[in-house]
């Protein structure tokens, strides 16, 4: 029992993690609200498998890698926050019109899931904070010598948590009650939506 310890209390911890706000948060919301309940869906997945790369890479030594060439951290987090800031910018833009990834997207129409799944993934994907707080954990919580059931596990429970919080953030946002409230407010929502974005962009490329 005792070596079940480590996962329970890395799951306990991501789990924690995952429900915090934060750019994936917003944009599985909104594809909710204003897109079809299979299109969140699918956002939830993507976010769930991008968490599983970043996962996978600390796992294999991306952390290390990030934390000795200070540069690619900074690079990669200078490339994530901007592109944040400018999916911030196009919901601002197009606030109220079209559908949520095609006014993020700037185009006009009913986006396919694989443009909801591409979206969802390089936001989740757009953070390399996420590779470092996984290296963290993992050097806290996990043994050194990890064996191949226990990588696995970490990384099943990654994903279900990933995928289990968002789904369920998919499914409250694309409610009846939600979608007639959203409505109403749209604009408003969209362009406060775009700037918190941005806002979580420019933090992430200019934190130190």
């Known amino acids: 029992m005792e070596i079940l310890y480590p996962l329970i209390g890395f799951a306990l911890v991501h789990l924690l993690a995952v429900a915090s706000p934060g750019p994936t948060f917003l944009v599985v919301a909104r594809t909710a609200a204003t897109g079809s309940r299979a299109a969140a869906l699918v956002a939830a997945l993507a976010v769930g498998i991008g968490a599983l790369v970043w996962a996978t890479a600390a796992l294999f030594g991306l952390q290390a890698l990030l934390v000795r060439f200070e540069w690619l951290y900074l690079t990669l987090r200078i490339a994530g926050g901007l592109y ?3 999916l911030g910018i196009q919901l601002v833009r197009h606030a109220g019109k079209g559908d949520a990834v095609a006014a993020v997207a700037a185009t006009s129409g009913t986006p396919s899931l694989a443009r909801v799944f591409r ?9 390399p904070k996420v590779a470092v707080f996984f290296g963290s954990v993992f050097l806290t ?6 064996p191949a059931w226990m990588v696995a596990a970490v990384l099943a429970i990654v994903f279900v948590n990933e995928c289990g919080w968002f789904t369920l953030v998919a499914l409250l946002f ?3 009650t939600v979608r007639v409230a959203y409505r109403r407010a749209r604009v408003w929502i969209e362009r406060l939506t775009g700037g918190v974005l941005a806002a979580l962009g420019l933090r992430l490329a200019l934190d130190r």
Request: charged share 5%; aromatic share 4%; hydrophobic share 55%.
């Open 84 to 86: 944040l800031v400018y």
């Open 174 to 176: 694309s409610g009846n």
């Open 119 to 127: 979206e969802a993934l390089m936001v989740q994907l757009s953070n």
């Open 141 to 146: 919580l996990l043994p050194a010598a990890a």
